[in-house]
C-alpha cells in the first residue's frame, strides 16, 4: 500500500515545526528591517559607546558618589543601586509585615481578625500606582518644609526626608518603601493565611491533645509545614515587588527604570535602552527566583 | 467457527526508555472471539492491548487489525480506531456534556452521521446497556457503575468489529461490578470480537473463549478456560493461579 | 451577646489587652479621619469633576448612550451568571441565544460608544477617566485571550521549536515590569513597524497591554489545561476523533471552566494596572486625577481626589472578585 506523505505522523511534525520556524522567522524579519529602515531615517546607529558620554543630569538620591558630570553608565549604576536598596527593604518590611497580618487573619481576636481583613481587602482593590501617589502627595507633602522641620525624639521629619543622627533618607525613598512594602503585604498575608489553612486539622487536634498552646502548635508543629505551601507563591510575590518597584518614577525616585527613561529622554536611544532595562531585570527575576528555588527544597518534606 | 483472524500480532517489541516492556509478544485473535487477558500488575497486559488502537507504539514486529496494517500512515491509525471501540479502567467519560452527547459525538464528529440518527442509535443504545434514563444527565450525577455502561455504549456507538476493555471493573464497587459485566457478557453473546484485560475470574471462565497469561512482557501460556484454570503447563501460570485463587 | 463578646474579644488576658488597644488606635483614627473628611476635605474638587473623573471629554449631551452600555452589559451579564442555574430545558433554548446575543451587543455597545452611523461620532481622544480605564481592560483581556491560548497550547506542544518558543516568550514577559514593557510599546513599536502605520499612544499602550497580558493569562490556561486527565484525551483518541477536534470539543472546553476564577484574577488585575497608563500621558481614571490636581483652582487636594477615585477602584475589584467567588461554586459542583 502506497504511504500518502499527507498521512504520515512523522511528517506533519517536522512539517508543523518548519512551518512555524517559517512564520517565526518572516515576523522577525519584516520588524527587523522597519526597524532598520526607521533608524537610518533618524539617523541613529546601534551600539551601547553613548554609555560613556556624560550624563548632564541629577540624581536626588545618591548612594554612591554621582556628579551630572559622570557618564551615563554610572548614572545607570546609581539607579541600579537604588532598587536594589528599595527591593531589599521592601521584601523584608513586606515579609514581617504580611506575615503578621497573615497570621491576624486567623487570630480567634474578632476585632483583630476584622482589622486584617480590612487592611487585606482595601490595599488589595487599589492599584499600587495611586497608593503610592497617595504616600507621596497626601502624606509626605504634608510634612513641614525643610527649613522648620519636625523633631520626635532623635527623628527629625521634613518634607526632604527623614534624618535619624546619620542616617538620612529621601521622602521618595521613603515613600516608594512603605507604599510598595504595605501593598505586598497584603498580598502575602493572604499566601500566609492559605497556606495555614491547608495545614490539615488533625495536625492542629493532635497537638493541643498533647497539651501545646496555640502560640507553640503555630510556631512548632503547623507553621513549618505550612512553609512547604507558602513559598512558592511567596516567592512570586518578592518577584511582584522587584517588577514593582519599577513605578518609582511616579514619586520621583530614582531608580533603575527612571533613570533608563530619562537617557533615553536625552539620547534617543530606544533599543539600547530597552535592552539594558530587559536584561537587568531578568536577571534580577533570575536571582531572585533562584534564591526561593533553592529554599523552596529545603523546606520539603522527606518521603519514601 | 470459521477462524476469520481479525488482530494479528507478531513479535511485538516495545521499549519504554530502557525498559523493555513488550518482548516480543505474539497473538492472533479471530472474529467473534472473546479473549481475556490476565497477569500480574506490570506483565504489560493492558500496554498490550493498548498498541491495538494506536494508544501505545511499538519499536518492532507486526500489528494487523482487519486487515490493515498498524504503522505511522494517518489514514490507517483513523480507519482502525473507528474499527476499534475502547473501554477505560477510568471511564474517562466527558464531564461537560450529558450522556447522550458523550454518546453522539464521536458519530456525529468522526462518522459525520446526522443528529437524528445519532441519537436514535444512542438511545437505543442506552436502552442496551439498562440506563435510558439517565441520557440528559451528566457523568458526575452517575454511579461508576453507570457511568462504565455509558462508556460501554459510547464505544459501541461507532459500530466497531472489536472491542478492548482495559480492567473495566476495576475501579468499581463491588457491588457494581455485576451491572457491568452482565452488559460485557451479553455483547459477548451477539458475537463481538472482545479483548478483555481483568482480574474477574468468573467472567473468564463463563465468557472466554481463550484465556492469555502475561507475565513481565512476555506471552506466557494461552488456552482455553477450562485448560487454562485445571491444567495450566507453564510453571508461571500455576504460581499466578494460586495468588488469585 | 455578653458570651459572644467574651469568647470573641476578651477571653484571653493578652485578647483583652489586644482589643482594648485596636479599639484606642481605631477610635483615633476613625474621629481623626472622620473630622478631616468632613470638616476639612473639601469636596468641591470631585463635585466639579465627576464628568471629567467618571468618563473623560465624553460630551455630556451624548452620556445617555453610556448608561445603555451599562445596562447592556449588566443583563447580558446578569443572564450569563443565573444560566446554570436554570431548567434544563429553558437552558437549552437561552444557550444558543446568548451565543449569539454576546458577540451582537459588543458592535452595539461599540457603536453606542464611539457613534457614527446616525449617532453623533465620538473621537477616542474624548474618551477618558473610568470610561476609558473600562475599555481598556476590556478590549485588552478580549485580545490577548485567543493569543493566551495559542501560547499555552503551543508551550505543550510535542513539536520542540514550537515550545521553547512559547515559553521563551511567556518567561520574558514575565520577567519584566508592566511599565517597561508599556515603555518598549510606546517606544519600539513606532520603530519596528512601517513608518505609514501610525500607531497613536492608546493604541501602542493596548499592544503593550495585550503582549503582557496574553503571557500571564497563558500560566492560567496552561493550568487549565493540565487539570484535564490524561485519560480524556485518551478516550477522545479512542473514539476516532483527530488532534483539532479533541483540543476544540474536549480538552478546552474543560480546561477553561477550571481557569475561569484565575481569568477573572488577571482581569482584576489587569483593571488596577491600567493606572500605568496614567504615566504615559494618556488620561484614564488615574490620569485624569492627576489633570485634575493640576487644575490651579483645586492645586494640593490630593487626598480628596485619590480618596475618591481610589473608592472606585476599590468597589470594582471588590465586587469583581466576590462574584467570581459565588459564581466559582456552582460550576464546580457540576463538573
Known sequence: MKQSIWRNQRFWRFFGQALVVVLILAGLAFLGSNLDRNLRQLGIRLGFDFLRSQAGFSIGDTPIPYQSSDSYAWA??????????VIGLGIGLATLVGVSVGIARLSDNWLLRQLALFYVETLRNTPLLLQLFFWYFAVFFRFPPVETPLRWLALTVSKGGLQLGELRVSSEFTALLLGLSFYTAAFIAEVVRGGIQS??????EAARSLGLKPGQTLRLVVLPQALRTIVPPLGNQYLNLAKNSS???????PDLYAVSSTTFNQTGRAVEVMILISLTYLSLSLLISLLINLYNRSVQLVER | MVHQPIIIAEDVHKWYGKFHVLQGVSLTINAGEVVVIMGPSGSGKSTFIRTFNALEDYQQGRIVIDGIQLSDDLRNIDAIRQEVGMVFQQFNLFPHLTVLQNITLAPIWVRKWGKGQAQDTALQLLERVGILEQAHKFPGQLSGGQQQRVAIARALAMQPKIMLFDEPTSALDPEMVREVLDVMRSLATSGMTM?????EVGFAREVADRIVLMDAGMLVEQATPTEFFHNPQEERTRRFLAQIL | MNSWLRKNLFNTWYNTLLTLVCLL????IVTGVGNWLLTQARWDVVATNLNLLLVGRYPASQIWRLWLVGAIGVLLVGVSLVRPR????????LTPLLLGLWP??????????AGGAGLLPVGTNLWGGLLLTLLVAFVSTVLAFPLSVVLAVGRQSTLPLVRWFCTGYIELIRGLPLIGILFMAQVMLPLVLPAEWRLDRLLRAIAGLVLFNAAYLAENVRGGLQAVPRGQTEAAKALGLNTPLILVLIVLPQAIRTVIPAI????ISLFKDTSLLSLFALLELTGIARSVLAQPQFLGRYAEVYLFVGLLYWIFCYTLARVSQRWEKPVASRL
Open chain 3, 104 to 113: 451582537l451587543s459588543l458592535v452595539l455597545c461599540f457603536w453606542l460608544i
Open chain 3, 264 to 267: 477573572v484574577g488577571q482581569f
Open chain 3, 25 to 28: 488606635g481605631i477610635y483615633q
Open chain 2, 195 to 199: 479483548v478483555v484485560v481483568t482480574h
Open chain 3, 86 to 93: 436554570l431548567q434544563p430545558a429553558l437552558k437549552a433554548r
Open chain 1, 199 to 204: 495545614v490539615p486539622q488533625g495536625q492542629w
Open chain 1, 247 to 253: 513605578l518609582a518614577i511616579a514619586v520621583g525616585y
Open chain 1, 76 to 85: 545607570l549604576l546609581v539607579g541600579l543601586v537604588n532598587s536594589l536598596r
